[in-house]
């Protein structure tokens, strides 16, 4: 994946992740805020992983 779209996927996953604190159902948020705090996870370690990378020069 491009840094650009995993950033935009980092950012839509965070956002929906603590938008979904005002939902009032807790099953529902549940729902919502596991799978976009995993999917925020892993774009955050892809991310990581690609600047640690570029830094040694492996691209």
Do not use: C, E, Y
């Amino acid at each position: 994946m491009k840094t650009a779209t995993l950033w935009l996927v980092l950012l839509v996953a965070l956002t929906v992740n603590i938008a979904s604190i005002f939902i009032p159902d807790s099953l529902q948020q549940a729902l919502i805020s596991v799978p976009t705090g995993l999917i925020a996870l892993a774009a955050g370690i892809t991310l990581a992983v690609k600047k640690r990378k570029r830094r040694a020069g492996v691209v």
